[in-house]
T-cell receptor, first 114, second 113 residues
Framework: KAGVTQTPRYLIKTRGQQVTLSCSPI?????VSWYQQTPGQGLQFLFE???????NKGNFPGRFSGRQFSNSRSEMNVSTLELGDSALYLC?????????????FGNGTRLTVT | GESVGLHLPTLSVQEGDNSIINCAYS??????FIWYKQESGKGPQFIID?????DKRQGQRVTVLLNKTVKHLSLQIAATQPGDSAVYFC????????????FGPGTSLSVIP
């Protein structure tokens, strides 16, 4: 099976712009989670989608949003970018939601905000 | 809020020695624990997991130990190899439906040839 695919791999944006990141989960996986990774904060949970519905949300401002499509593919959007949004954004998929489910990660999208 | 933390941010070991990476968690209701390995330029990769009803689980060259009394988790890597150099994260997951997976800050393991 193909792994989790994230596009694009790298992005450079300027403050105030918006950005959309894409994630294709492993075939058959219905849950997609998004994480932000920075050197100072580590891996911070953004949100999780299952069956096109947001199931859980982390402590991020409303500028961060996401959605999931009927084929389980997911996108996340960040509006009005700030310098502090520079990070590696990781997407992970799992077969289901709830406890006891290992996450399978993509290699991330590196976002740089200038 | 709840957190999962690691005792040491960096660890250097000689090739062939055993490595032990430690993790403390604060949520006593956590039901499921996972160790991930992240190599440079890649996303975290699942290594091994353990449920709260177990205290030890073994994989290929890796063993995870869980001590629920002191809320401590450890990852043991036998005969450490240069390819084991990476950042290791412990993560925990609660028992409730849709509980998020929380990651610790990570430990950087360097293997000295």
């Amino acid at each position: 099976k193909a792994g989790v695919t994230q596009t694009p791999r790298y992005l450079i944006k300027t403050r105030g712009q918006q950005v959309t990141l894409s994630c294709s989960p492993i075939s058959g996986h219905r849950s997609v989670s998004w994480y932000q990774q920075t050197p100072g904060q580590g891996l911070q949970f953004l949100f999780e989608y299952f069956s096109e519905t947001q199931r859980n949300k982390g402590n991020f401002p409303g500028r961060f949003s996401g959605r999931q499509f009927s084929n389980s593919r997911s996108e996340m959007n960040v509006s009005t970018l700030e310098l502090g949004d520079s990070a590696l954004y990781l997407c992970a998929s799992s077969e289901s939601t709830g406890t006891g489910r290992p996450l399978h990660f993509g290699n991330g999208t590196r976002l740089t905000v200038t | 809020g709840e957190s999962v933390g690691l005792h040491l941010p960096t660890l250097s070991v000689q090739e062939g020695d055993n490595s032990i990476i430690n993790c403390a968690y604060s949520n006593s209701a956590s039901d499921y624990f996972i160790w991930y390995k992240q190599e440079s330029g890649k996303g975290p990769q699942f290594i091994i997991d353990i449920r709260s009803n177990m205290d030890k689980r073994q994989g290929q060259r890796v063993t995870v130990l869980l001590n629920k009394t002191v809320k401590h988790l450890s990852l043991q890597i036998a005969a450490t190899q240069p390819g084991d150099s990476a950042v290791y994260f412990c993560a925990e997951n609660g028992m409730a439906s849709y509980d998020k997976v929380i990651f610790g800050p990570g430990t950087s393991l360097s293997v000295i040839p």
